[in-house]
């Protein structure tokens, strides 16, 4: 069984400062790991995904993720944030080898950037 | 290209009727998920489907009912509604060997 741990619910930060959302996962089996972004009032849209490879992912509106085996994380950065990222970030998890399995979540961090 | 539709987008119901929430794919994918959302926990998984006929159950499927006749719907029904299954209900879809969902926009269901 997976399950992922987004450690803040919440993360407020002043526009164009740089941003880091914590991401861990738990798993017996190899991942693929995935950032998705909700905002307001739509559905998911995916960020960026780590199949394999390079281990830092660049992924849409300038964000990028780092998988780190060893310690169990996807943390999602920004180095500079616009009141448009306001939303709600969600990270996730399948299993590599069952080919489109369902996604585990975590719980979501809202993001809020200020101005 | 509409991609995935969900209908009825808001629907507000009493507790104990029969709701049915509808998913539409124009993509042909052949897996299509059912996700609820709730303040607090995410996203979770209720049933998915690997192609039509082939259903299985996620993380919270009692009290729903799931049917996969034709490759591009996929509805979701509430049997006897509860104020549990209030919630915002996502559908994706997916193809097959490749590992990105795409989700349709939402219904936000409240059982009263």
């Known amino acids: 069984a997976q399950s992922v741990t987004q450690l803040d619910s919440q993360v407020p930060v002043f526009e164009e400062a740089p941003v880091e959302l914590r991401c861990n996962y738990s798993s017996s089996v190899s991942v693929y790991l995935f950032w998705y972004v909700q905002y307001p009032n739509q559905g998911l849209q995916l960020l960026l995904k780590?199949?394999?490879?390079?281990?830092l992912v660049k992924g849409i509106n300038g964000f990028e993720a780092e998988f780190n085996k060893s310690q169990t994380s996807f943390h999602l950065r920004k180095p500079s944030v616009h009141i448009s990222d306001t939303a709600e970030y969600f990270c996730?998890?399948?299993?590599?080898?069952?080919?489109?399995?369902?996604?585990?979540f975590g719980k979501g961090t809202r993001l809020s950037v200020i101005a | 290209d509409a991609g995935i539709t969900q209908s009825p987008r808001y629907k507000i119901t009493e507790t104990g009727r029969q709701v049915t929430l509808m998913c539409h794919q124009t993509?042909?994918?052949?897996?299509m998920f059912w996700y609820r959302q709730d303040l607090g926990h995410g996203l979770r998984l209720i049933y998915y489907s690997a192609a039509a006929d082939i259903t299985d159950k996620g993380e919270v499927p009692d009290g729903y009912v799931v049917s996969r006749s034709k490759t591009e719907n996929f509805p979701l029904t509430l049997e006897s509604a509860t104020r549990s299954q209030t919630s915002v209900y996502f559908c994706?879809?997916?193809?097959?060997?490749?590992?990105?969902?795409?989700f349709g926009p939402g219904t936000r269901l409240t059982v009263l």
């Open positions: 993509w042909s994918h052949s897996y």
């Open positions: 996730a998890v399948s299993d590599r080898y069952k080919g489109n399995t369902p996604l585990v």
């Open positions: 994706a879809t997916g193809l097959a060997g490749v590992d990105t969902q795409y």
């Open positions: 780590y199949l394999s490879g390079s281990t």
